[in-house]
């Protein structure tokens, strides 16, 4: 699932937008829906009835840049671009100095070692924790329960102490502390059964690191009764179950897990040859489709914590060796640059006769 910075954008302001009187009128209702997407659509920033949601609205304007912008951008360019994320951060915080995915990216941006960060981000998760659930608490005191707009209040302002967990626990992970980052993403999970942060990824593959297969298929078992059966077979799940594989000489029960993504995600064959590793999102974890390349390149990079272990002059560890070499990998990736290749000529060719 993961946050999405506009569309949460998007949510609050529609519910400083809502107006009770109007639920009896569903003429009226929608009118004023529809008026209100195409105000928000325009980007109209006088939306934003309160410091509080124009602080979230210029931290998204940032985070938009940061995670969709600057990774295409050129050098040069996205210096100067980093530069106005950084100022549409600082101007978030002096509207709302609680305005926690601010604070976070501002320090996540302007700290240059990653233990500083991981120890910031400590210090503070308990002031976080607090301040998201009196703000959930004061917004909601005159909304009934089984009001829909009660429990979307109380998601969204708990969506940036998730944040905030979330990125702890995938910090730790890179940063060695695996079992920190395992009790982080668990407790992610225990506050939002729903998982919008996705911590569990993070969950399975600090599992992994720490060799532990029991604890690995018990936590997947406690998190399929709310998410799904598809919460049992995932690629960072079998990722992770191939590691442990792995690691235990079961070489046909890795390889097995490698057939399975193959078979189950597009052009597979090319993210697992390639194994790129991805700049860290500063907002959240980026969105993916379920089962689509995008997902299983984001998984791959994010297991490099396994692929890439002891890793030689090629960037490869001896796991991320396994998997580029194995022959189904490389009998699916030599089909996929012929293709490739074929589909390229095949393009030049239509685009000389057009000429």
Known sequence: MAFDPAYEDFRRLAIAHHDPAMDADPYEQTRKAMAFSQQFSWGNDALALSDTDRAFHLTCEAAIIVDEELPFLPESEGAVRAADAQRLLEEALSLDEHCFDARRMLHAQTSAIMDDHIHFLEDHVDEVEKTCWERADRLTRNVSASDPVFFERVSLELAPYQRWLQSTAELSLLGGRYRKAYDIARRSIEIDRSDMADSRFTAVLALAKLGDEDELEAFVQWVVPELGDAARDDAWIRLARMALAWQNDRLEEAASHLDWILAMYPHAASALTLQSELPEPMFARLACDPYSNDELVLAVSEAAVL????????GRG?????????????????????????????????DGEEA
């Open 318 to 350: 001896p796991l991320g060796a396994f998997v580029a070499e194995h022959p189904g990998v490389r009998s699916a990736y030599s089909r996929e640059l012929e293709f490739y290749g074929e589909r390229g000529e095949e393009m030049d060719e239509e």
């Open 307 to 314: 692929l890439q272990e002891s890793a030689d002059e090629s």
